[in-house]
């Protein structure tokens, strides 16, 4: 079977927002506590892209699993406090269809609050994997980070509007 190769840690740091912008905005974070030796590893690459490219004000609220994520988010949302919102959780492939109705509920409610007209964008960064070593290679290894990727989404989509600095 043909694999995706894609870095999921790498970005053209070029096609950032400037730094001064991104300082001002405010940006949230849900990570799940389930499979937290991955969540956690996400949530250390979002922070620190988020730092990387200037954000100053990082708001982090832990669920206990993926399922809670549209929640958390929703919450953020209505706050009207912030510029963009991240989700971040893996979800591993068991032995019942469990995983197909957490995956399954969880990317229905993220779709769904992106597609509320004046709220702002919620980034989706939930691994939903076959193995454990799948999951460990999108959270800082072999394949990057997709909580890097997650935090440099929503820079971009935070700035949607309005291009380069002011
Ligand atoms: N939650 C996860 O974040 N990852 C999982 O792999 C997982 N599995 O396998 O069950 C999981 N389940 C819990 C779920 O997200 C809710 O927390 C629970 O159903 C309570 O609503």
């Not at 043909?2 to 790498?10: G, P, Q, R, V, Y």
Request: net charge negative.
């Amino acid at each position: 079977m043909a694999s995706c190769l894609h870095n999921l840690s790498e970005y053209d740091a070029s096609q950032m927002p400037c730094k001064g912008k991104v300082a001002k905005q405010r940006y949230a974070i849900a990570v799940a506590d389930w499979n937290s030796d991955v969540t956690f590893a996400l949530l250390e690459g979002a922070v620190q892209a988020l730092e990387e490219n200037g954000a100053t004000q990082i708001d982090v609220v832990h669920v206990p699993g993926a399922f809670e994520l549209t929640y958390a988010a929703k919450q953020f949302q209505e706050s009207k406090k912030y510029d963009a919102i991240i989700v971040l959780g893996c979800v591993i492939q068991g032995d019942t269809p469990h995983f197909d109705y957490v995956c399954g509920g969880t990317t229905q409610g993220i779709a769904y609050l992106n597609a509320q007209v004046g709220m702002v964008p919620v980034i989706f960064g939930l691994l939903t994997v076959n193995t454990l070593q799948q999951a460990l290679d999108r959270c800082g290894g072999a394949l990057g980070n997709k909580g890097v990727e997650a935090a440099v989404t929503a820079i971009k989509m935070a700035n949607l509007a309005t291009c380069g600095c002011e």
